[in-house]
């Protein structure tokens, strides 16, 4: 459309001023390198420069030794041999997975579960402005203090102890924090609170762009709420569900800041125990500012690059695919 | 409404019920914490100790005064934050709207190429860069300094698209032709007519970029890590946490916690309506 426009109105302009047509164009089109010159300009200094050195010291080895640094010596692909014969990456991969697993599910089935109720005509829900505002909520809050609120809360002796025991639930305090399943869970659920409103609202626009027509013929040919779900709504949802699930784990690769936060940097529930929680990232953090290990960092993050890179051109081929 | 019920499904009455039920569950879970947050700043740390009460305490003033005393520079951390996050919003948007206007309203090599690139890079997350990104500030000089906090943003994918797709369904370029006749200069055009009309989609952006910055843990914590004057209120909070935090007075730690989060659930209240349609429109490619 707006080619064509453009090519109309050169046409135009041919007709008018034929000898000033290519100067006063080309002019024109040079404005659109300048208005693009900061953007591509701060992007490959502070992006792109940064993901090439990152994959250069991906192939030294160079981190500090406690006294000073070691390296930068050229390894070849020894980072990388290194990186998976040490089983550590694949126990920080699969606690990531499981965290992100055991958040995403309750997150994308009560989701489904609200845009069908907030989309639906007929169940003609009240206040559901005030509902949509509130379980958004959470996705703005910070989530570093939102983790520490939850380690106070969940302390042995805080607020949640207190309440589960007044309510005769607990006989005991529980150290939530100090096991390995409670958490993960408590890291999960805070990936859930924070994340479902996001994704209801994402669903709801894909349901409100669903053709009426269908629901009413459905209707007419007297298929149930169930049934114009399951056999309506959520085939026609797939490309967006599709869109939901990998953002969803691209975010998920990206945990860090609850399990930072609640875990101490630790990635342990108990000192002493297995790294439970400890997330990909957080290990990478711990390359970067603790161990400044950079060569190995350099290596996790290629590989989290490519990960990504991966789950990205999906999504990108699924939401091009769309129009 | 009986005679909705079909032999499957549910009734609509008991289909609304239980979507209430739902519902307020969920309004529960999600405000509970935020509840307790607000209870708890306003009670002593030898009353906290007792248990949970449902009603407020008397100790709010103390718990600010120990706060504002304590050794955490948390005001300092907020005026940080802020000042990080509004000047990110607003280079963010800015220069996401030029970027944006760069593509849509002109013609040029490599225009589409150009767009598919970003496209591409929209969703590469910046801890798989934070290695170089830091080496780099490094050299530069520039580490506990806000600048490698503040000018990245300029170049931000997520933003630029969301323009883009704004400005294909509200900005016709006869607008910017016939500004041309009127002889205004490129860069007057896009300043004084371009942005104008981009009003809507620029106050979302700017807030979920604010947003967004205000609560960044991960970069700030390695950019801004030795200098106390210069951290963030997530890298203070860290800071808490990491503290012998036993030793604490909780109420102050509770006064603390409420004091980064508060504010941004007020601001949120405020411009609720605002944030939630945006969200729905950033998300859908439309």
């Given at each position: 459309m707006a080619k064509e426009k453009e090519k109309n109105q050169e046409q135009k302009t041919e007709t008018v001023k034929v000898q000033n047509k290519n100067k006063k164009v080309v002019s024109y089109n040079k404005w659109g390198i300048i208005f693009l010159l900061p953007f591509v300009i701060v992007y490959l200094v502070f992006q792109l420069i940064p993901l090439v050195s990152t994959i250069v010291y991906s192939f030294f080895e160079y981190y500090d030794d406690g006294l000073d640094m070691v390296g930068p010596n050229f390894k070849a692909f020894g980072n990388y041999i290194k990186l998976f014969a040490n089983k550590d990456l694949f126990v920080y991969a699969g606690?990531?997975?499981?965290?992100?697993?055991?958040?995403?599910?309750?997150?994308?089935?009560i989701s489904l579960l609200l845009a069908a109720w907030f989309s639906d005509p007929r169940l003609r829900l009240k206040a559901a402005g005030f509902f949509k505002t509130v379980i958004y909520l959470p996705n703005l809050i910070m989530a570093s203090a939102f983790a520490m609120l939850?380690?106070?809360l969940f302390s042995k002796t805080g607020p949640v102890n207190s309440i589960l025991m007044d309510l005769g639930l607990f006989s005991e305090e529980y150290a939530f924090l100090d096991h390995e399943w409670s958490t993960r869970g408590l890291v999960a659920f805070m990936n859930f609170l924070m994340w479902f409103g996001n994704t209801t609202i994402l669903l709801m626009a894909g349901m409100m762009g669903i053709d009426p027509a269908?629901?009413?013929a459905a209707e007419?040919?007297?298929a149930t709420s169930t049934q114009v779900f399951f056999r309506i709504s959520l085939p026609l949802l797939r490309p967006i569900l599709v869109y939901v699930l990998i953002t969803s784990l691209i975010g998920g690769l990206q945990m860090f800041d609850v399990p930072q936060i609640l875990t101490k940097g630790t990635g342990n529930p108990l000192m002493g125990s297995n790294l439970t929680t400890m997330t990909l990232i957080m290990n990478l953090n711990r390359h970067l500012s603790v161990s400044k290990n950079y060569g190995m960092a350099g290596t996790l993050s290629v590989l989290l690059f490519i990960i990504t890179a991966i789950l990205s051109f999906i999504v990108f081929k699924v939401s091009t695919r769309k129009d | 409404m009986r005679e909705n019920?079909?032999?499957k499904g549910f009734g609509i009455g008991a289909r609304r019920v239980i979507a209430y039920i739902v519902l307020i569950f969920l309004t529960f879970l999600c405000l509970f914490w935020f509840y307790v947050l607000f209870i708890n700043a306003t009670r002593s740390n030898a009353n906290l100790s007792k248990g949970f009460t449902p009603l407020p305490g008397v100790s709010f003033m103390d718990n600010w005064n120990s706060m504002i005393h304590g050794t955490l520079p948390v005001f300092n951390g907020m005026f940080n934050s802020f000042f990080v996050a509004a000047c990110s919003a607003i280079l963010s948007t800015y220069f996401s709207t030029m970027t944006a206007y760069a593509i849509h309203a002109y013609n040029f090599k490599y225009k589409n190429?150009?767009?598919?690139?970003?496209?591409m890079i929209m969703t590469i997350p910046t801890q798989v860069t934070a290695l170089g990104f830091i080496r780099l500030v490094d050299k530069m000089g520039l580490m506990n300094n806000f600048i490698p906090l503040i000018v990245p943003s300029i170049a931000a994918p997520v933003v630029f698209f969301y323009m883009k797709q704004y400005m294909e369904s509200t900005l016709p370029l006869a607008f910017v032709e016939a500004a041309r006749i009127d002889g205004s200069s490129e860069f007057h055009t896009f300043n004084f007519i371009v942005l104008p009309m981009m009003k809507p989609a620029i106050a979302v952006q700017a807030i979920f970029t604010f947003v967004g910055s205000w609560n960044n843990y991960f970069t700030p914590a390695l950019i801004l890590s030795t200098d106390e004057k210069k951290k963030t209120l997530p890298i203070l909070i860290a800071q808490l946490r990491s503290a012998d935090w036993l030793k604490f007075d909780m109420g102050q730690v509770y006064m603390m916690i409420a004091f980064s989060i508060f504010p941004v659930i007020v601001v949120y209240?405020?411009?609720?309506?605002?944030?939630?349609s945006g969200v729905a429109l950033g998300g859908v490619k439309g």
């Open positions: 606690n990531t997975l499981i965290m992100w697993i055991m958040g995403f599910i309750p997150q994308i089935i939850f380690f106070t269908l629901f009413e007419v040919d007297g | 019920k079909t032999s190429a150009i767009f598919t690139f970003i496209l209240l405020i411009l609720s309506r605002f944030i939630v």
